[in-house]
C-alpha cells in the first residue's frame, strides 16, 4: 500500500537549511534555505552566502510578505 502524507491546515510552513557543495567556478560553498507549505506544496526558496541568524530572520521576514503569504504577524 502506498504511504500518503498526513493532511494539514493551509499555512503550516516547514523550514529547511541544506548545505550547497562549492561548484568548480564558485570561491565558498552556499546555502539554500527553502520553506513549504505542507497543504498546498507551495515552496519559496532562497541561496545564501552563510545560515547564521541574521541570514535566516531575513528570510522569514521575505517568507511572510511574499503575497501567498502574507500574515498579520509581519508587517510589509
Do not use: N
Amino acid at each position: 500500500m502506498p504511504k500518503t502524507f498526513k493532511d494539514y491546515e493551509p499555512g503550516f510552513v516547514h523550514v529547511d537549511v541544506k548545505y550547497l557543495p562549492r561548484m568548480p567556478d564558485e570561491a565558498e560553498h552556499r546555502y539554500l534555505i527553502a520553506a513549504i507549505d505542507r497543504a498546498s506544496r507551495w515552496v519559496y526558496f532562497e541561496i545564501q552566502p552563510d545560515k547564521s541568524a541574521a541570514t535566516a530572520a531575513g528570510f522569514l521576514e521575505r517568507l511572510f510578505c511574499v503575497p501567498r503569504h502574507r500574515s498579520s504577524f509581519a508587517p510589509c
